[in-house]
């Protein structure tokens, strides 16, 4: 676990910072490479992610935009709330899945 901690600025992760928070404390994180490539994966995700929205907020303007992002965060809700009323009171689990 991470405490808060800046780990980068300006689209650029600190490569050598993210390595030694890995790296250290009483359970390090395993195969390090690997999880600082997801974060470069993840911060390219959001930069695509940042084009096209801005590209759409000049196709269809930002009214039109923020609209359609309510709807789709209240419909998401009602789904789920809709969901939770199908399952029956009390615990329950999941079947164990075969291995």
């Known amino acids: 676990m991470l405490s808060v901690v800046r780990v980068g600025s ?4 600190e490569h050598q910072l993210l390595e030694e928070l890995f790296s250290r404390g009483p359970l390090p994180a395993r195969r390090v490479s690997e999880n600082l490539a997801d ?11 940042q084009s096209l929205l801005r590209a759409l907020t000049d196709e269809r303007g930002l009214a039109e935009v923020e609209q359609y992002m309510r ?6 809700g009602s789904e789920v709330l809709r969901a939770l009323a199908t399952l029956e009171p009390g615990p329950s689990r999941l079947p ?3 291995r």
């Open 10 to 13: 300006a689209g650029k992760l």
């Open 39 to 49: 974060l470069e994966a993840q911060l390219a995700a959001v930069r695509t992610g």
């Open 71 to 76: 709807f789709v965060q209240d419909n998401a």
């Open 96 to 98: 164990r899945r075969a």
